[in-house]
């Protein structure tokens, strides 16, 4: 046997190795399936109050109930709200990002403001918002992209500062102009930071859309957890969270794999298996 053979056999992990492995989608729902199944049994047993936390099997049943009454209306608004909050919260971000990003005037002017709003929590933005904006879907969708603003301008900013130095001195001296070097080489330098911003950006939707719904709302899954808490049914509490977290994990999935797909090209470490 060649020299290179050898290589690659020892190289090689074994079959049995990889067939034996469960899954990674199935590996992520061993954690949520395992509390589950805890919660039900300590629900069941009495060690936890019904009224306080219902038994999962309960919030799966009030699941189906609202499938098929008024959840998918509920989703839909707050799906709309959240697509277009994050849509106009994530442009700006990116606008602004590439503007300081590029310029020291540009950051000696808009940095110190940016910072100070970055600091005033979402909830601070509603009494303000509905005085102004009343309480209608622009007043929503402002605080919705008031929160996707600032993960997309900050890691925006922060990938373009810290793209190596000699990539944009290389591209000077092949005599690249302003817009050839930011679409050849700051562009693709930076995308992965952007990325970054926009998935936390997306996260942050999300939470601000609940602290808009939950305010001044008839429609939406924030309606629906205060409706919960107001008729005292930890049940439709859940039941919302739960349609929270799965529409935000499915959000994430897809720009994930928009993600991966246009960062194919890059060639980086993913992580180890068992210490290996």
Same mark, same amino acid.
């Given at each position: 046997?060649?020299?290179?053979?050898?290589?690659?056999?020892?190289?090689?992990?074994?079959a049995t190795?990889?067939?034996?492995?469960?899954? $990674?989608? !199935?590996?992520?729902?061993?954690?949520?399936?395992?509390?589950?199944?805890?919660?039900?049994?300590?629900?069941?047993?009495?060690?936890?109050?019904?009224?306080?936390?219902?038994?999962?099997?309960?919030?799966?049943?009030?699941?189906?109930?609202? #499938?098929?009454?008024?959840?998918?209306?509920?989703?839909?608004?707050?799906?709309?709200r959240?697509?277009?909050?994050?849509?106009?919260?994530?442009?700006?971000?990116?606008?602004?990002?590439?503007?300081?990003?590029?310029?020291?005037? #540009?950051?000696?002017?808009?940095?110190?403001?940016?910072?100070?709003?970055?600091?005033?929590?979402? !909830?601070?933005?509603?009494?303000?918002?509905?005085l102004?904006?009343?309480?209608?879907?622009?007043?929503?969708?402002?605080?919705?992209?008031?929160g996707?603003?600032?993960?997309?301008?900050?890691?925006?900013?922060?990938?373009?500062?810290?793209?190596?130095?000699?990539?944009v001195?290389?591209?000077?001296?092949?005599?690249?102009?302003?817009?050839?070097?930011a679409?050849?080489?700051?562009l693709?330098?930076a995308?992965?930071?952007?990325?970054?911003?926009? $998935?936390?950006? !997306?996260?942050?939707?999300?939470?601000?859309?609940?602290?808009?719904?939950?305010?001044? #709302?008839?429609?939406?899954?924030?309606?629906?957890?205060?409706?919960?808490?107001?008729?005292?049914?930890?049940?439709?509490?859940?039941?919302?969270?739960?349609?929270?977290?799965?529409?935000?994990k499915?959000?994430?999935?897809?720009?994930? *794999?928009?993600?991966?797909r246009?960062?194919?090209?890059?060639?980086?470490?993913? *992580?180890?298996?068992? *210490?290996?």
């Amino acid at each position: 046997m060649s020299t290179s053979s050898k290589t690659l056999v020892a190289g090689a992990p074994p079959a049995t190795a990889k067939t034996s492995q469960w899954p $990674r989608r !199935l590996k992520g729902l061993a954690l949520p399936l395992a509390l589950i199944l805890l919660l039900e049994a300590v629900v069941r047993l009495g060690w936890i109050a019904s009224y306080q936390m219902p038994a999962p099997s309960e919030v799966a049943q009030t699941l189906v109930q609202l #499938a098929d009454g008024a959840l998918w209306k509920h989703i839909g608004a707050s799906l709309s709200r959240v697509l277009a909050g994050f849509a106009i919260g994530a442009l700006l971000g990116l606008l602004f990002a590439a503007w300081v990003g590029l310029s020291r005037e #540009a950051e000696a002017w808009l940095e110190p403001t940016f910072a100070s709003l970055r600091a005033i929590p979402s !909830l601070a933005w509603v009494p303000l918002l509905l005085l102004w904006l009343g309480i209608g879907e622009t007043s929503k969708v402002t605080l919705i992209a008031i929160g996707a603003f600032f993960p997309v301008y900050l890691n925006g900013v922060a990938a373009i500062r810290n793209i190596d130095r000699k990539l944009v001195e290389v591209g000077r001296m092949y005599g690249f102009g302003p817009l050839r070097l930011a679409r050849r080489i700051l562009l693709p330098a930076a995308i992965p930071g952007v990325f970054t911003g926009l $998935r936390s950006a !997306l996260s942050l939707s999300w939470m601000f859309l609940v602290a808009a719904e939950l305010i001044a #709302a008839t429609r939406g899954l924030g309606y629906l957890l205060s409706d919960g808490r107001e008729t005292s049914r930890p049940d439709l509490v859940l039941a919302a969270i739960i349609v929270l977290a799965l529409l935000g994990k499915l959000s994430d999935g897809l720009l994930a *794999g928009l993600e991966r797909r246009w960062l194919a090209w890059r060639d980086t470490f993913d *992580g180890t298996d068992q *210490g290996a």
